[in-house]
C-alpha cells in the first residue's frame, strides 16, 4: 500500500470513517498509452525538408498511405491528388509518406532540396516527404523491404502504392496506374479510418 493511500485511509479514519471514495482511489490512473508502434512503423528516415531523423513511430494509429514518388514522370501529377486525399482525410487519421526514389527511368534524379522545392512549389505538398532513397533491389529502404515481404509485391514504378491499416498489420499495395481518387482506393481509405 502506497503512503498517499495509508494517509488517506488514517484521515478517513479519524474523520469517523466519512471519506469520499475519490479520495480513497488506488494510485493515480496514469494517462492513457498513445498507440503501440507497430515493428512495420519502427523505423526512421531523414526528412526530405532538412534531412533531420525523424522515427516513423509518430504515425502509429494512424492510416498510412506509402508512396514511391518521382518529380519527372507521367504520374507525377498524382501529387495533386495525394495531396488532396491527405487534406480531405488528415484529421481522421490518414497519413499520406511520400519516398522520392530514382529507381524507374532515372526520374527523380535531384537532390533533397530540389525534390522538396518542386513538391512544395509545383504541387503545394504538405504531407510528409522522406529522403530519397530505393525502394527496390538490392539497396531497398528497410520500410519497402517490409512490405514487399508482407505483400509479396515489389513498386513496379513510381507512385506504387501501399495501404497500411491503423493496427500497422494490414497492407495493400496498388499500381501506379491506381489514382489517388481511385474508387476503390478511397473506399479502402474510409474503410480503414472507420476501424477503430
Not at 480531405?88 to 527511368?105: A, H, T
Not at 533533397?112 to 509545383?122: G, L, M, P, R
Amino acid at each position: 500500500m502506497s503512503a498517499r493511500r495509508s494517509l488517506l485511509l488514517m484521515v478517513a479514519a479519524a474523520l469517523g470513517g466519512t471519506m469520499p471514495a475519490l479520495c480513497l482511489a488506488a494510485e493515480p490512473v496514469p494517462a492513457a498509452n498513445s498507440a503501440a508502434c507497430p515493428v512495420l512503423l519502427n523505423k526512421t528516415f531523414p526528412r526530405l525538408q532538412d534531412e533531420k531523423p525523424q522515427s516513423l513511430c509518430q504515425y502509429a494509429g494512424k492510416v498510412v498511405l506509402v508512396v514511391n514518388t518521382a518529380s519527372y514522370c507521367g504520374f507525377t501529377p498524382q501529387f495533386k491528388g495525394l495531396e488532396a486525399l491527405y487534406a480531405k482525410y488528415k484529421d481522421q487519421g490518414l497519413v499520406v509518406l511520400g519516398f522520392p526514389s530514382n529507381d524507374f527511368g532515372n526520374q527523380d534524379p535531384g537532390n533533397a532540396k530540389q525534390i522538396a522545392d518542386f513538391c512544395e512549389n509545383t504541387y503545394g505538398v504538405k504531407f510528409p516527404m522522406f529522403g530519397k532513397s530505393h525502394v527496390r533491389g538490392d539497396e531497398v529502404n528497410p520500410l519497402h523491404a517490409s512490405l514487399i515481404k508482407l505483400t509479396g509485391t515489389t513498386p513496379k514504378w513510381n507512385f506504387y502504392k501501399y495501404l497500411i491499416t491503423r493496427d500497422g498489420r494490414t497492407v495493400t499495395a496498388y499500381s501506379s496506374m491506381t489514382a489517388p481518387d481511385d474508387r476503390d482506393l478511397v473506399a479502402e481509405v474510409e474503410k480503414s479510418l472507420a476501424a477503430k
